[in-house]
């Protein structure tokens, strides 16, 4: 007996329902990037090894997919590093790409590859499948696709109120109404190790603090403290678990506590720039919020950072993110580029909508009109007739067979079709056709001009 076929774990096949119910959220997304100025691209799925290695701090590599070379990969392997089972240092002799793990680190080997060809600052989408080789869960999978922008060759803090702007009319045009952007600046965090005497372990500070929401304080505090962080240093910092107020009272206490560090004060500044404008302009659906703990593990953020929260309603992790980087281009050897970019989450944003019951609105592709197949004559007859709908812009199908009558409308009627077109002898000599809407039931002789009318009018 044949072995029933399976698919990987945390990867997914898509019904033609699902399919377009995920069109719409890519179709509302990139037409927002476009109105807001942006181009797309787009890159391999896969890169060499060393432009994705080392970028995302030593969790993020453990979560890249290495792909194996191509042949016998195992005869030009390291002999020493196999017998001891080395797996680590053995990787990179039999593995020389990888699957992407985002879309930011190959778009900044792209800017890098291309800059003769670029005018900055450069807007650039793009909406491409990543891999990473997590713990699948709910709203989290190995497989799944990133809807990013990104701003390069400009410092400008008008970049990122853009951004802001950006997600908030994005969810307003998916009826997503109580998203919160949370936004911190990492020269806060900076700043903060600075006062706290932890500027060595910057890195496992902020990947600990950023881990406040799922394994609390306690769990915080542990994982500090076995980085090396002394229990002095994570005393100073305790206030940050429990930070109040509203985004103007928590800048003024955030001013106080950077008061003696250079770098953290000026974080404060840029954020409040940020949201002093965003006050001013205002948002439709979404709230902006200040939240210190939120540092976004990635080592290539250098200013702003953002992550958005789904309504409070629906638990699921983050449904986008991003932030401010000065100089990613710089490991690829173009120096002093700043850029700034956010990402949609779609496989989480879809599984919110669909908690929410917010796809109402989405229609699964289908024919407007089927033509019944009575036999090769009448199938000539109504394919001619199809060819000219289709110049129209009219989705016309021919049932394939001469299958009984009943099978073909329960055809139409699963598959919600409208409008059935009956073709016999009677139609053929008159050259006309019979109208059937399904949803009426009312039947109509007409030409294939009021045909067409008829259906486009609809």
């Not at 009109?369 to 812009?393: C, D, H, M, P, W």
Request: aromatic letters at 10%.
């Amino acid at each position: 007996m044949a072995q029933k076929p399976s698919i990987p774990k945390g990867t997914r096949d898509f019904s033609p329902v699902e399919v377009a119910k995920r069109d719409y959220i890519f179709d509302t997304i990139k037409s927002v990037f476009q109105t807001f100025g942006f181009q797309a691209i787009e890159t391999p799925s896969f890169e060499n090894s060393q432009t994705l290695m080392g970028k995302y701090g030593e969790e993020g590599d453990r979560l890249i997919f290495k792909i194996l070379n191509s042949g016998d990969y195992l005869k030009k392997a390291n002999s020493e590093y196999l017998e001891a089972k080395d797996s680590q240092k053995l990787t990179s002799s039999i593995s020389e790409k990888a699957l992407r793990y985002d879309l930011t680190v190959p778009f900044a080997r792209y800017v890098v590859q291309h800059q003769n060809e670029i005018e900055f600052p450069f807007k650039r989408y793009q909406i491409q499948p990543v891999w990473r080789a997590d713990r699948p869960q709910k709203g989290r999978f190995r497989e799944f696709y990133q809807c990013d922008a990104d701003v390069v060759g400009s410092d400008s803090l008008w970049q990122e109120i853009d951004f802001i702007q950006l997600y908030d009319t994005v969810f307003s045009k998916l009826n997503l109404k109580g998203v919160t952007l949370k936004m911190n600046n990492r020269k806060i965090l900076s700043g903060i190790a600075e006062i706290i005497g932890a500027s060595d372990k910057l890195i496992d500070f902020t990947v600990a603090l950023d881990k406040l929401d799922k394994i609390g304080e306690e769990g915080v505090v542990k994982e500090m403290m076995t980085k090396g962080i002394s229990e002095q240093a994570i005393a100073k910092v305790a206030p940050l678990f429990s930070f109040t107020g509203n985004n103007q009272e928590k800048l003024n206490q955030l001013q106080t506590m950077l008061a003696t560090s250079e770098e953290g004060t000026k974080g404060v500044e840029e954020l409040r720039f940020i949201i002093d404008t965003i006050e001013a302009v205002g948002l439709q659906s979404a709230s902006l919020d200040l939240d210190v703990t939120l540092a976004r593990g990635l080592n290539y953020y250098t200013g702003a950072i953002f992550e958005v929260a789904a309504p409070k309603t629906v638990k699921i992790g983050s449904i986008g993110g991003g932030g401010r980087y000065d100089d990613l281009t710089g490991v690829f050897g173009l120096k002093d580029v700043s850029g700034v970019g956010i990402s949609f989450g779609l496989d989480r944003i879809y599984l919110v909508l669909e908690e929410l019951n917010l796809f109402t609105q989405v229609d699964l592709p289908r024919p407007e009109v089927l033509f019944i197949n009575f036999g090769n004559e009448e199938a000539l007859y109504s394919t001619k007739a199809i060819a000219k709908l289709r110049q129209l812009n009219v989705k016309a199908e021919l049932y394939p067979s001469n299958a009984k009558m009943k099978k073909q409308m329960n055809y139409a009627n699963k598959r919600s079709i409208p409008f059935v077109v009956l073709v016999g002898e009677k139609e053929i000599e008159q050259g006309v056709f019979t109208l059937k809407n399904m949803h009426t039931g009312e039947q109509k002789i007409c030409n294939l001009d009021e045909l067409s009318q008829v259906i486009i009018n609809s």
